[in-house]
């Protein structure tokens, strides 16, 4: 059985080009190594999620796609597991989160390490408001 809310669905990805250009245009930034997190907090949307997120490893640090792969998956997992305190804090405030969460380290690091970098951005962006 499913935990409610350990699901990561197209709807949370965020995809267009638009979006994406405006977050890197008027976005503000935070470098937790080796994460560096672009976000920006706009008003509420109905039809759009609470937190919408787009993972990048650049090709300059990790030529080969298996190895950039292997980041963004491990990225993608500790966010899953840990995205529901910044969902629930975003509840009821009027905002909502579009994000971009980029590797900037030359080394894969474990899995581990990869997760606290995650949970502290989320501890980060939680309590932004």
Same mark, same amino acid.
């Given at each position: !059985?499913?935990?409610?809310? @350990?699901?990561?669905?197209?709807? #949370?990805?965020?995809?267009?080009?638009? @979006? %994406?250009? /405006?977050?890197?245009?008027?976005?503000?930034? %935070?470098? &937790?190594?080796? &994460?560096? =997190?672009?976000?920006?907090? !706009?008003?509420? /949307?109905?039809?759009? #999620?609470?937190?919408?997120? !787009?993972?990048?490893?650049? $090709?300059?640090?990790? $030529? $080969? @796609?298996?190895?950039?792969?292997?980041?963004?998956?491990?990225?993608?997992? @500790?966010?899953?597991?840990?995205? &529901?305190? &910044?969902?629930?804090?975003?509840?009821?405030?009027?905002?909502?989160?579009? !994000?971009? =969460?980029?590797?900037?380290?030359?080394? =894969?690091?474990?899995? /581990?390490?990869? #997760?606290?970098?995650? $949970?502290?951005? =989320?501890?980060?962006?939680?309590?932004?408001?």
């Amino acid at each position: !059985m499913k935990q409610k809310g @350990a699901t990561f669905t197209k709807g #949370e990805r965020l995809c267009s080009v638009r @979006a %994406i250009s /405006d977050l890197f245009s008027g976005g503000r930034s %935070i470098s &937790l190594p080796p &994460l560096r =997190i672009i976000y920006r907090v !706009m008003p509420e /949307d109905p039809s759009l #999620e609470p937190v919408r997120v !787009m993972l990048s490893v650049p $090709k300059r640090y990790f $030529k $080969k @796609a298996v190895d950039r792969n292997l980041i963004k998956r491990r990225i993608r997992e @500790a966010y899953r597991q840990n995205k &529901l305190p &910044l969902i629930n804090s975003l509840q009821g405030s009027g905002n909502r989160i579009d !994000m971009s =969460i980029i590797w900037n380290d030359t080394s =894969i690091q474990s899995y /581990d390490i990869t #997760e606290r970098c995650v $949970k502290e951005t =989320i501890g980060k962006l939680t309590h932004l408001k």
